[in-house]
């Protein structure tokens, strides 16, 4: 298991971090390079691939829950699931082979709940911004 498959409960299709460069208290840096590969290209769009907005909303939310649990904020076996998502804007493609650097700034930070704000750049350029919260909470078993 690689170190990312062990600060997030997310894989393959659906990781979308690669690694984090650097996790503080206020701030995380994250890493993904979308590969031709990935799953989502064959239907968006055939001939022109590029990534789908709500991935890289995906890929920064990872991204900042992944820093947190490096920091050990984030209890091992708890997870985090999306509860609202506001302030999105998207500036630019990304396409495949292209590296995402997602900067994420910790606004709020709770035992119940994480509120977030993000930018994804391919290299110096801003190719989406979103602020999120996600809700922290242990599986549970399936009914």
């Given at each position: ?138 599986p549970q078993e399936p009914q």
């Open positions: 298991m690689n170190e990312i498959e062990g600060l997030l409960p997310h894989r393959f299709p659906f990781l979308f971090v690669d690694e984090i460069v650097s996790a503080g208290e206020k701030h995380v840096t994250a890493r993904h390079v979308f590969t031709e590969k990935e799953f989502f290209f064959a239907g968006h769009f055939p001939r022109y691939p590029v990534v789908p907005g709500v991935i890289l909303v995906e890929t920064m939310a990872q991204s900042g829950g992944a820093g947190l649990r490096k920091l050990g904020i984030l209890g091992g076996k708890d997870l985090f699931f999306l509860a609202s998502v506001d302030k999105v804007k998207f500036r630019r493609q990304v396409r495949p082979g292209e590296e995402v650097r997602s900067e994420i700034e910790n606004l709020r930070v709770s035992a119940k709940m994480i509120k977030q704000a993000g930018k994804a750049y391919v290299g110096e350029e801003l190719a989406a911004e979103a602020e999120w919260l996600c809700l922290v909470a242990p």
